[in-house]
């Protein structure tokens, strides 16, 4: 009789698309969505996402169980509740079997006195209980309650106003900013908030052709001398000698006509140019916005954002004056100033223009544009798809080619070819450890040597080609995440793949389907210094990654299939009896795994799938103050199985799981219990 043996396979390398069967690690994937593969190994069910607007966020809000004995009857789902004495407030979330379940509470309860219903006018007062905190002892219970506190708040997120796709979205330190086409005939910017999203502040462009003194510092009150009055917001002289230039102004309603001196204080500064009359900057519709921020001075509080659409001049938004400048770099012409890309280099600003074009401002100054002073124009003969600055050049890529810009100065800056045969797809360019891009051949990786200026390429993605051929020509969006060390690409319809880096190599690959459309996408690093990726979609809203467990309150669908996997045997049968997994979940997740043997042929009966529920072990409600109910996320590895009733050469195993409510599951690993039987003749 042959004895049972074991045989234990690490979850690793992801997707693998064209490695042979005999060849293949066991470990990895024939098939897979909204999995990724975890920086401290397995494989991992992706975070949610939800809607964002500045109000609260729905995956970091919070409800309050308090028990009442008898709330059915007395009180209403959605309804509000207060209590008198302590003047606290809320609105019923669900009735439990003894108690309340509570959102939007402002104030504290007391535990003695009578709560109303403020809708009927109705009251209770438990006879025998106090108000206390409702125990939750058990996670589904937790889980419900959190997907119905998360609708809740996020019915209350609105759409940027307007209409279409959002055309870009970014995160500033603690200011989030989005753009969106307006009535068809404009765009507008708008800054996330705690009443939505909010207009930002209306800015004047004037032009003056006579320079009496030096333009003031920014912020300086200037007047026409006929008491009208504005606030000089930023000023773009043509040359740093000249008469000539323009002025963005924010608080203008009137004055400032042809021909009128310009003052601040008692001084004339400048002259009004002929038709320079201040006119309201108003950004055209149609772009699609990358974003930069920067401070060009030492001071934290003249950190600045840029970003440039495609159809607008290169705009500055102040965060101080909560407007916007156009930066001109070319005033005389402004129909053709309309730059793509964006990035900062040795403090110089740099704008990519479809027609192949490069330019960049006078060092430390994003409004000076004078070739004398530093500024140059230079042209590479092909669209400009995207820019990553590095410590010692400027990657500016093309579709089909890749150059570096080094230097330090206009003096010895030197355009020379990075990859003459490698480009890059617009809107794909992201660093993460090192410059990657998508190009034909897949993702690149483009690493400098140590020798000054030569650098080195090399395509990372060749498990997953056939996946970015298919997708390749719908990638219109990318973002990086350095807390799980991945670098996204996503279509326009919302599928997409990720490869995880460890050490500057990839480790692995996974596959998305968000199930929404993304126009725009960007990553970048809040006031706290934590790691925000938002994007934006057709219906108007910008959603945030990495929040919560479901797809803005839809079920998010998960799957994986690995590999078959012959333990050590291609021509030995093997009856499987069961197989243990490995497996990380905070919290509670419902997980269905099934197996497929001998490569899915049909002679071999698979095993039915099996419901399998996973629990965070540790995982309990905490008893504490009675609307601060907390839930211990202490993360353990656990474990669990599944029985197997198969015989096969090789097995697959396929775990899949739909839901909105369920934590995040990471598999890590699996052993396979089972006994040997008899080889392969020849047929099955």
Not at 582 to 593: S, W
Request: aromatic content about 10%; glycine content about 10%.
């Amino acid at each position: 009789m042959r004895q049972s043996k074991q045989k234990a396979v690490i979850f690793e390398g992801g997707l693998d698309l064209i490695t042979p069967p005999l060849k293949v690690r066991p470990g990895r994937l024939l098939e897979m969505q909204n999995y990724e593969c975890d920086l401290n190994g397995g494989y991992s069910q992706v975070e949610g996402f939800e809607r964002f607007d500045g109000l609260q966020a729905p995956s970091t809000s919070s409800f309050t169980a308090i028990a009442t004995g008898i709330p059915s009857g007395f009180f209403t789902v959605g309804g509000g509740v207060t209590q008198d004495v302590s003047g606290a407030t809320a609105v019923v979330l669900y009735l439990g079997v003894g108690g309340l379940y509570l959102v939007d509470v402002v104030g504290d309860f007391n535990d003695t006195d009578i709560i109303n219903d403020d809708t009927t006018a109705r009251t209770v007062t438990p006879a025998s209980l106090p108000y206390l905190d409702l125990v939750i002892s058990e996670n589904e219970v937790y889980n419900d309650m959190r997907y119905l506190k998360e609708i809740y708040y996020r019915d209350l997120i609105q759409a940027v106003p307007g209409t279409g796709d959002v055309r870009g979205v970014f995160r500033h330190e603690d200011i989030t900013l989005a753009v969106r086409d307006f009535d068809g005939s404009e765009a507008r910017m708008y800054k996330a908030s705690a009443a939505s999203w909010v207009e930002i502040n209306a800015s004047y462009v004037m032009f003056y052709d006579t320079r009496a003194l030096p333009i003031p510092l920014n912020g300086t009150l200037i007047d026409d001398g006929l008491g009208n009055t504005a606030t000089l917001l930023r000023a773009g002289p043509i040359t740093t000698a000249g008469n000539e230039g323009y002025m963005v102004l924010t608080g203008y309603t009137s004055g400032f006509a042809a021909g009128a001196n310009i003052e601040a204080g008692a001084s004339v500064i400048a002259v009004v140019a002929v038709g320079g009359d201040p006119t309201q900057f108003v950004l055209a519709p149609g772009g699609k916005n990358e974003w930069r921020s920067h401070t060009f001075t030492a001071a934290i509080d003249f950190y600045r954002v840029y970003t440039a659409d495609g159809v607008n001049p290169c705009v500055e938004y102040d965060p101080i004056a909560n407007a916007m400048a156009p930066i001109y770099t070319d005033q005389s012409n402004i129909a053709d100033d309309l730059p793509t890309f964006v990035d900062i280099y040795r403090n110089h600003l740099f704008l990519g223009f479809a027609r192949g074009m490069i330019r960049n401002s006078e060092p430390g100054d994003p409004f000076l544009w004078d070739a004398a002073a530093g500024s140059l124009e230079t042209y590479v003969g092909s669209t400009i798809t995207g820019f990553d600055s590095v410590p010692k050049a400027l990657i500016v890529a093309t579709r089909r080619t890749t150059y570096a810009l080094t230097g330090q100065i206009a003096e010895n800056f030197l355009l020379d070819v990075a990859s003459a045969k490698t480009g890059a797809k617009p809107y794909t360019v992201q660093h993460i450890g090192s410059t990657h891009v998508l190009d034909d051949r897949g993702i690149i990786d483009l690493s400098r040597t140590e020798a000054f200026g030569n650098f080195e390429n090399a395509t990372v993605s060749r498990l997953i080609q056939p996946l970015l051929i298919s997708l390749r020509d719908k990638i219109s969006a990318s973002s990086i995440s350095l807390s799980k060390n991945i670098y996204r690409l996503f279509t326009s319809d919302g599928e997409g793949v990720s490869v995880a880096f460890q050490e500057g190599s990839a480790v692995g690959f996974g596959v998305y389907n968000l199930g929404l459309d993304i126009s725009v996408m960007s990553s970048s690093e809040d006031e706290l210094g934590d790691e925000r990726t938002f994007f934006g979609s057709s219906d108007g809203f910008v959603y945030e990654m990495d929040r919560g467990v479901s797809f803005d309150g839809a079920e998010k669908s998960c799957w994986l299939q690995t590999v078959f996997h012959n333990l050590g045997s291609s021509t030995l049968r093997k009856r499987f009896y069961r197989a243990f997994f490995d497996i990380l979940v905070v919290g509670q997740a419902n997980v269905e795994i099934t197996a497929s043997y001998s490569n899915e042929s049909t002679d071999v009966r698979a095993t039915a799938a099996a419901p399998d529920e996973l629990r965070g072990f540790k995982s309990a409600w905490d008893s504490g103050a009675w609307n601060n109910a907390q839930y211990d996320t202490s993360s353990v590895i656990g474990s669990g199985y599944i029985d197997l009733t198969g015989t096969g050469d090789s097995i697959s195993l396929i775990i899949y799981s739909k839901s909105a409510k369920d934590d995040i599951v990471t598999f890590k690993d699996v052993i396979y219990t089972f006994k040997p039987r008899r080889s392969l003749r020849g047929s099955r």
